[in-house]
Protein backbone atom coordinates (compact mmCIF):
# COMPACT_ATOMS: atom_id res chain seq x y z
CA UNK A 1 0.00 0.00 0.00
CA UNK A 2 1.29 3.40 -0.95
CA UNK A 3 1.76 6.25 1.59
CA UNK A 4 -0.14 9.02 1.02
CA UNK A 5 2.81 10.37 0.47
CA UNK A 6 3.99 8.91 -2.40
CA UNK A 7 0.31 9.04 -3.87
CA UNK A 8 0.92 12.74 -3.78
CA UNK A 9 4.51 12.93 -5.67
CA UNK A 10 3.22 10.81 -7.86
CA UNK A 11 -0.29 13.17 -8.81
CA UNK A 12 2.23 16.07 -8.27
CA UNK A 13 4.70 14.31 -11.33
CA UNK A 14 1.61 14.13 -13.78
CA UNK A 15 1.28 17.17 -16.07
CA UNK A 16 -1.25 19.03 -15.47
CA UNK A 17 -3.96 19.42 -18.58
CA UNK A 18 -3.65 23.32 -17.84
CA UNK A 19 0.32 23.03 -18.72
CA UNK A 20 -0.12 20.86 -21.09
CA UNK A 21 -2.57 23.02 -23.05
CA UNK A 22 -0.08 26.14 -23.07
CA UNK A 23 2.47 24.02 -24.69
CA UNK A 24 3.33 23.79 -28.21
CA UNK A 25 1.73 21.11 -30.50
CA UNK A 26 3.82 18.33 -31.06
CA UNK A 27 5.42 18.27 -27.36
CA UNK A 28 2.93 16.52 -25.72
CA UNK A 29 3.66 12.66 -25.69
CA UNK A 30 0.42 10.62 -26.46
CA UNK A 31 1.08 9.22 -22.36
CA UNK A 32 1.15 12.70 -21.00
CA UNK A 33 -2.39 13.66 -22.94
CA UNK A 34 -3.97 10.70 -21.37
CA UNK A 35 -3.15 10.85 -18.31
CA UNK A 36 -4.38 14.58 -18.53
CA UNK A 37 -7.48 13.77 -20.06
CA UNK A 38 -7.90 10.62 -17.43
CA UNK A 39 -7.14 13.03 -14.76
CA UNK A 40 -9.52 16.04 -15.84
CA UNK A 41 -12.63 13.55 -15.99
CA UNK A 42 -11.68 12.47 -12.71
CA UNK A 43 -12.00 15.86 -11.35
CA UNK A 44 -15.21 16.96 -12.82
CA UNK A 45 -16.45 13.18 -11.74
CA UNK A 46 -15.59 14.68 -8.41
CA UNK A 47 -16.95 17.63 -9.24
CA UNK A 48 -20.67 15.97 -9.85
CA UNK A 49 -20.45 14.29 -6.88
CA UNK A 50 -19.38 16.96 -4.21
CA UNK A 51 -22.40 18.40 -6.03
CA UNK A 52 -24.93 15.88 -5.06
CA UNK A 53 -23.61 15.07 -2.02
CA UNK A 54 -24.23 18.53 -0.72
CA UNK A 55 -27.53 18.27 -2.50
CA UNK A 56 -28.31 14.78 -0.73
CA UNK A 57 -27.67 16.55 2.88
CA UNK A 58 -29.68 19.77 2.39
CA UNK A 59 -32.77 19.65 4.24
CA UNK A 60 -34.65 20.87 1.34
CA UNK A 61 -32.96 20.77 -1.84
CA UNK A 62 -35.14 21.52 -4.36
CA UNK A 63 -35.41 25.20 -2.72
CA UNK A 64 -32.30 25.21 -2.39
CA UNK A 65 -30.07 24.26 -5.31
CA UNK A 66 -32.88 24.73 -7.73
CA UNK A 67 -32.20 28.22 -9.45
CA UNK A 68 -28.28 26.73 -9.46
CA UNK A 69 -29.49 23.72 -11.39
CA UNK A 70 -31.25 24.78 -14.03
CA UNK A 71 -28.76 27.82 -14.70
CA UNK A 72 -26.15 25.08 -14.90
CA UNK A 73 -28.00 23.35 -17.40
CA UNK A 74 -28.41 26.34 -19.77
CA UNK A 75 -24.94 27.28 -19.32
CA UNK A 76 -24.08 24.04 -20.23
CA UNK A 77 -26.11 23.79 -23.37
CA UNK A 78 -24.82 27.16 -24.39
CA UNK A 79 -21.33 26.01 -24.16
CA UNK A 80 -21.18 22.35 -25.53
CA UNK A 81 -22.80 23.85 -28.41
CA UNK A 82 -20.09 26.88 -28.63
CA UNK A 83 -17.39 24.12 -28.31
CA UNK A 84 -18.93 21.27 -30.41
CA UNK A 85 -16.82 21.47 -33.38
CA UNK A 86 -13.77 21.62 -31.22
CA UNK A 87 -14.06 18.53 -28.94
Do not use: C
Not at 25 to 45: L, N, Q, Y
Amino acid sequence: MRSSNSAMNATESMPSAAAISQRDPGTVSGDEAVKAARRTIEAMSLLLIAYGKAESMHSNPVEQYADLTQYWGQFLGTLLNKVKNVL
